[in-house]
């Protein structure tokens, strides 16, 4: 099965391409990397001589992470799929960084902490090797009961351990290519068309709320998803 990936919800963008049992990657860190997305895809088709057509099956990052990315990727993906019929998995973030750690911990009680605005976080929270809270937006006054006797994971984890100085020890997720190929394969079930496929909205666009505060009044999120 041949399998292409994007993922923007982080410092740049990744796009993992598996052909053959063979597994490439693209990345770019420059800044406004969303406007790379289409030549990364077009270069990493065309090197290893594959075309979207041939494509089985699509991956897509959801969040939650950088709005402008996932939104960016997500369209991207629309338009190149569009009249085509294709389907497309999509990622949580979080559940990829917990996924990429298979140390001796793993059946243990894990925070994953990604930045969200300066008074909160993303917080996904697994044990057993489940999810045990969703991943939703928290306050970081709320921060510390709820990891409690957690351990921690991911390098945006490491920024909210020395800022807020959490006693959570720290582990090393060993973040890979292939973590996104073994995702998509294990979640096939979840494939979408392209046209349903939506951001993991977890906060308001600053842009809506600034709108919503102006104007005193409330949008409904699927008018902005």
Not at 12 to 29: A, E, H, P, R, T
Not at 82 to 94: A, D, G, L, R
Not at 142 to 148: A, E, P, S, T, V
């Amino acid at each position: 099965m041949n399998i292409l990936v994007l993922d923007a919800s982080n410092k740049g963008l990744l796009v993992v391409l598996k052909k053959d049992n063979n597994i490439f990657y693209k990345q770019n860190f420059e800044k406004n990397s969303g406007n790379y997305i289409i030549p990364l895809i077009k270069e990493i088709l065309e090197e290893n001589s594959i075309s979207i057509d041939n494509i089985d099956l699509f991956g897509c990052t959801i969040g939650p992470g950088s709005f402008t990315g996932i939104r960016i990727s997500i369209a991207s993906l629309q338009g190149l799929l569009f009249n085509k019929n294709k389907k497309v998995v999509p990622i949580v973030s979080t559940e990829i960084i917990y996924n990429s750690y298979n140390g001796p911990y793993k059946l243990d009680k894990i925070a994953i902490l990604k930045r969200a605005r300066v008074d909160a976080a993303y917080v996904h929270i697994f044990e057993n090797g489940k999810t045990i809270f969703n991943p939703n937006l928290i306050h970081i006054n709320d921060l510390k009961n709820l990891i409690d006797n957690a351990y921690l994971l991911g390098e945006e984890s490491l920024y909210f351990k020395e800022k807020l100085d959490l006693p959570n020890e720290l582990l090393k997720a060993e973040f890979s290519p292939e973590t996104f190929i073994s995702y998509i394969e294990n979640n096939r079930n979840k494939a979408l068309l392209p046209e349903n496929l939506k951001i993991l909205y977890l906060q308001k666009p600053l842009a809506v709320e600034n709108f919503e505060k102006k104007n005193n009044i409330k949008i409904d999120e699927n008018l902005y998803n």
